[in-house]
Structure formats: C-alpha cells, structure tokens
C-alpha cells in the first residue's frame, strides 16, 4: 500500500467511525423513549410492529442461555422478519416519509427499537454511499433488504498475522495490525433476502447500494458504547487473493490496544 493510500485508510477509518459513532449516540436518546411508542398495526394482522418486537424479545433472551446456537437463533429472527411488512409499520412508513439526505456520502439511521438484548435500526442509503469493510465484535446480526439493492461481502477472519506497523495520524502513532480474511458471500442482495453474520463467522462485512435503498437490521445484542469503541475498520486488498488462494485476502486495521 502506498504512503497517500495508507495516510487515506486512517483517516477514513478515523471519520468512518466518528461518523458511525455519533449517529448511534443521537439516537440512543431517541431510544430511551422510542420502546413505548409502538403498537401501530399494518395490514398484516399476524405480524403488527408489537408482535414482531415482543417475538424477537423471546427469541434474544436465548442467548442469555449458554450455550447459544446463534445461526439457529438468527434462522428465527429470519424467520419472522420474514413475515413482515416493513413498509407498512407505522414507525418505518413514518422514517421514509421524513427521509432527508443528511449525511452526504454516508447513509442515515433510523434506530425503531432499542433494548439491552437487541437492537432494530432502518439504514437508508442514496446509490453509493458505501459503508466499508468492518465488524461486529461479540454480536450477530442479520440484514432484511426492503427496497433496492446492495453488494454485500462477508468475510470471516482466517489467520492473525504477527507484522505490525505504525503509522502517524496527526500528533498520534497508531499501531496496524494484519489479517487474512475469508470471504464468505458476495451477492447483490435483493429485497426481502437477508445476510446473516455471527460473533465467530462473517462478521466482517462491507455494503455498496446499488441504488437508492432502504433496510432493517437487527444485531444481538444491542450497541453498547463497549462495542462501538471495539469496532474495527479494515482496509482489504481486494484486488488479489493473498499468496494465490481464492477468496483470501490481505487486510489491515488500526490496533485499538
Ligand atoms: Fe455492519
């Protein structure tokens, strides 16, 4: 990697993050308050927005019970947001209605419910606000694609390289860490697919909206500011596989130590 590429990875990790950052803290206050106001039916009456929470707050308290099979607790959760009409709940109708492009070239977050076990959030995206490579340490997540469509690349970690390097960023040494990752998927996800990454499998991923696109996302358990701080941003070499073997690659991340 080149001194303009690397110099361009911390910074964009650095405001990547502070970007991610700051949108979850604005709306954790909204969440404090957002639990109660639910209870808007839509025209399915099998899965109103209290069902489907009250559902998904059965199925989180699961991994309080160990040990926790989470691809078979995320087949459930996929299960039901299956049988969900996003667009019809009050609270997501309401979310697209008043969308507004606020953050150019990075998407907007709606958080529609919050609570210790579990967290639903709405990301709407304009065409190419990429969100890159990153993961989810200690979580597990699934993504239900509404409207649109995305690229959607998974990787899971391989190999943890000892080489390390530091870089300066402004009047800090930042130490950078290597890795192999593995890609898992890599598909344009169509509305009413889903993507699924566990606390040990996929949980690297990268998303590139198509065009304009709307989802719903549920991660186990919620955001914590534990998990926000613990997020790591990759740098991956995509353009060949490490040492010749498919779907490996090189990637590199700022050491959070
Ligand atoms: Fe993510």
């Not at 649109?148 to 190999?159: C, E, F, P, R, T």
Request: aromatic share 12%; net charge negative.
């Amino acid at each position: 990697m080149d001194e303009f590429k690397r110099r361009e990875f911390i910074k964009l990790s650095a405001i990547s993050f502070a970007g991610i950052a700051m949108q979850f803290s604005a709306v954790s206050a909204f969440a404090l308050t957002a639990n109660g106001q639910n209870g808007f039916l839509g025209s399915n009456p099998e899965m109103n927005w209290d069902a489907f929470i009250s559902k998904i707050q059965a199925l989180a308290k699961t991994q309080h019970v160990k040990p926790w099979n989470q691809s078979k607790y995320l087949g459930k959760v996929e299960a039901i947001m299956n049988k969900c009409k996003f667009p019809e709940f009050e609270k997501v109708k309401t979310a697209f209605q008043e969308y507004k492009n606020q953050s150019p070239d990075w998407f907007e977050h709606e958080l529609l419910h919050q609570e210790i076990d579990f967290q639903i959030s709405l990301l709407q995206f304009e065409k190419g606000e990429y969100i890159s490579h990153h993961d989810h340490p200690e979580m597990c997540g699934i993504i239900n694609m509404v409207t649109g469509n995305a690229l959607v690349k998974n990787y899971s970690i391989d190999k943890l390289l000892d080489k390390t390097r530091t870089e300066k960023y402004g009047e800090k040494e930042i130490k950078i860490k290597s890795c192999i990752i593995k890609e898992v998927q890599n598909e344009i996800l169509l509305p009413n697919q889903t993507s699924i990454l566990t606390s040990t499998e996929s949980n690297i991923h990268s998303l590139m909206p198509n065009k304009f696109t709307q989802l719903v996302d549920i991660f186990t358990p919620s955001y914590s500011e534990e998990s926000e701080k613990g997020t790591k941003w990759f740098q991956v070499n995509e353009k060949e596989n490490f040492e010749g073997i498919p779907k490996q690659f090189l990637a590199e991340y700022a050491s959070i130590d």
